[in-house]
Each structure stands twice: as C-alpha cells, then as structure tokens.
C-alpha cells in the first residue's frame, strides 16, 4: 500500500479524483480520504447512506467522508491496528496541520502541495503548513495559467521558515476557464468524463498520475489507458 498526500488550501478533490480514476482503470484499488474542513466529498459523492461518517464507492473508487484519521478508518473497517488495508493507494486530501499527525503524512510515499496564487489558497496553505513539525519532503503542484518565475520565488519566499522540503521539479495545471466548466458540469451530472477538458489539463493529470505510479514498465499501458478514458471508451 503507497499513501499520497494532497496538501494545501486549494480545492483538490476533482484532481484527486480523476488520477484516482485512472489509476482504477490500471486496476488498482484507491481509497480517498477527505479529511477537510468543507468536506467536498459529502455533497458532490453519492453515498449510499445518510450519516456522518462513511465510506462510499464511486466509479470504482472508496471514498471516506467523518473519518480524520487511520485510527478512525480501521475501526470503520473493522481491522485492527496490527493490519494493513487493502488498497493500493491511499490518497488524503488535507488542508488542517492535524491531519499531518493522523495520518502520519511524514511517512506519506509521496506528498503534493496544490495551490493556485489566490490570497486564500496563500494564506491557508501557509497555516497548514505552519502545522509541520518535522522536515517533509513535498513536491509543489500549482495551478496557475500563465506561471511566471516571479511568483515561484515569492511562494518560496513565503515558505522559507516552513519544515517543507521542496522538490526542485514542480507540476504545472495551466487551469482554463473552459476545464472549471467541464468539471462543474460532471459534478451536477455524477460523472467522471475526461473528453472535454483540455488538452494541457489532461497532460497533467497524466504526468501527475505517472509520477505516482512509479512504474516505468507500466508506462505504454497506463497511455493505452488513458487514450480510452479520454475517448469515454472505458
């Protein structure tokens, strides 16, 4: 099992949810985690029942709403603190410094810190980062249309008393207005539809989904893949 943690302020449940699609579609089997304060999941998920606290499926994918920590999923699940769950990936999407420490996000496989340049996205991601008290390594995914060197120097800037290590590479969404519409417009519908975003968005969420893959072997088969997801084949 690989956990992935998804870190900032920034709305990153659309993100999360298409590489988890993906990656399904590579027969892996994904449990999201939405241990934000909105919770997005809860009104935009179907779930199966109306409480609190639960694990729906969507599209192939577990997705976990009311449970802010491992130890709250294993008693959901039903498993002792001795076993490990049955997914392939784990990914958390975190945007408060207490889920660092529940789920244990230090010793994440990987983890990505999502913002646009938007004052909120800024200062809410700086109070989540000011949550982490040991050095962690985090790769930087912004999404930002017309990303200029300026505002790479001032986040890190901005960050420099922080306990994040970056990566030197960073991730670029050049977010259109056109992708927004096309993700709202699946939201309503329940769906998950590839075909109409653009083509720079879906290179990369293609790249991204690479990078968590790790496995160079399965590169022609994760393109073949994606080809047919885009085309809604599969």
């Known amino acids: 099992m690989q956990t992935v943690g998804f870190i900032g302020g920034y709305d990153k ?13 590579m027969g892996k089997s994904i449990l999201i985690v939405d241990s934000t304060a909105l919770q997005k999941a809860k009104y935009v998920i179907p779930k199966m029942s109306p409480s609190k606290t639960y694990i729906t499926n969507f599209e192939d994918i577990d ?10 999923l294993r008693a959901y699940l039903g498993i002792s603190k001795d076993e490990s769950f049955k997914y392939d990936y784990i990914f958390i999407d975190i945007d408060s410094p207490e889920a660092f420490e529940a789920f244990n996000i230090k010793d994440a496989n990987k983890n990505y810190f999502v913002t646009t340049f938007d004052a909120y996205s800024i200062k809410r991601g700086l109070e989540i980062l000011s949550g982490i008290t040991e050095p962690i390594r985090i790769k930087k995914v912004f999404f930002s249309k017309d990303m200029t060197k300026e505002e790479d120097d001032y986040f890190n800037y901005i960050t420099s008393g922080s306990k994040a290590i970056w990566d030197e590479e960073k991730i670029y969404f050049p977010f259109e207005q056109g992708d927004l519409s096309v993700l709202m417009e699946n939201e309503r519908a329940s769906k998950i539809k590839f075909k109409r975003l653009t083509k720079m968005y879906k290179e990369s969420l293609l790249y991204l989904t690479q ?5 160079p072997q399965e590169n022609t088969k994760l393109i073949k893949i994606f080809k047919q997801i885009e085309k809604g084949v599969i």
């Not at 449940?13 to 579609?25: F, G, H, P, Q």
């Not at 997705?63 to 709250?72: E, M, P, Q, R």
């Not at 990078?211 to 496995?215: A, D, G, S, V």
Request: proline content about 0%; hydrophobic content about 45%.
């Open 13 to 25: 449940s659309d993100l999360i949810i298409y590489i988890a699609k993906i990656l399904t579609e």
């Open 63 to 72: 997705i976990a709403v009311g449970l802010y920590s491992y130890d709250s």
């Open 211 to 215: 990078e968590i893959l790790n496995k």
